[in-house]
């Protein structure tokens, strides 16, 4: 019998350095872990767009670095002409993904930073210093919230993710997977159900790799086999991540979240979210946000081969929907959120600590 890997160091998936930025190349995974280096934030336009890095935290701190590497490389000889040239990247990284609202919160806390600065220097180094300080927070918020939501697991609970919502979608140690980490980190014992979420395969390629990286057990299942596994009455939970949480508690994560709830309601597992605060959007309505269109090679093709007869049209829609009378609570850094969503979401909208 193989020997189980041994632990080793968190894995970092985006890391500033010496004025540029490292990614862990999340396309080339699990067969390699593979980092390239972004020199300006074209790169980082590229990378976003490509999924080389993805995951809604993951996107905002890339962005933020984008505009770091926008400043650090400008060769703008007033205050206002750098402005000009950080509005032209902030645009450009900005347009990279509609739906992930960490990528505009990232992108607008940098942004408001800069416009504090009096001179040339003092606007790159506060635009730098903004974007490390988002990565660093990441990493403690989500040891924070996997603290809080390590307490709703038990040795030897089983657990069903969905996508990827771990050190790899984030800027280390993960939302979702990071409760089932805090759980480990705490003495318990617990088993992940890993969905291969189609058709960019994140949780076959992404999430697998990254779990048995930390030496947690976790089985890989088909789309299609949640609503059979939880039928045997043996998950004790769902844990997913978020990409958009709304005011009124809904919940934008990958396609595929939406039935996986509506599955474990039948099925009465409860169902959580685990999200930091940059991921709420407080302001727009449901109708407004838009659900991002991928290629339809996506579906049709695996790789290069064509999977579908020709001439048949495909639908690729990213994200999908679960509404808030599915959720049994929203884990964050704060504490857990618990139904009615709109009004406990209130309460930290008005800097109130949450239950």
Known sequence: MASAPRKRKMLQTVIWKEGSVTLVDQTRLP???????????????????????????????SAAFGLALAASNSRAKNPTNLMKELDT?????????????????????????????????????RVISEAKKIAQEDIQNNMAMGLNGAKLLYDGDVVITHCNAGALATSAYGTALGVI???????????????????????????????????????????????????????????????????????FNKIGT???????????????????????????????????????????????KRIAARGVAALNPAFDVTPPELVTGIITEKGILTPPFESSIELFSGEQKLS
């Open 31 to 61: 067969a390699r872990l593979v980092y390239i280096r972004c020199k300006k934030h074209e790169d980082i336009v590229k990378a976003i767009r490509n999924m080389v890095v993805r995951g809604a935290p993951a996107i905002g701190i």
């Open 258 to 304: 939406y039935q996986i709830a509506l599955m474990a309601n039948i099925h009465k597992v409860p169902f959580y979210v685990a999200a930091p605060l940059s991921s709420f959007d407080l302001k727009s309505k449901l109708e407004d946000v838009p659900i991002e269109e991928r290629r339809a090679d996506e579906v049709l093709k695996i790789g290069k």
């Open 89 to 125: 990247a902030y645009w450009e990284l900005r347009s990279t993904r509609p739906t992930a609202i960490n990528l505009f919160w990232g992108l607008d806390r940098v942004m408001n930073k800069a416009k504090t600065g009096t001179n040339l220097h003092e606007i790159k180094d």
């Open 181 to 251: 980490r805090a759980a480990k980190e705490a003495g318990k014992s617990v088993k992940v159900i890993a969905t291969e979420t189609r058709p960019v395969m994140q949780g076959s390629r992404l999430t697998t790799f990254e779990l048995r990286y930390d030496n947690i057990d976790v089985t890989l299942i088909p789309d299609t086999a949640v609503g059979h596994i939880m039928s045997k009455g043996e998950i004790k939970c769902v844990i997913v991540g978020a990409d958009r949480i709304l005011r009124t508690g809904h919940v």
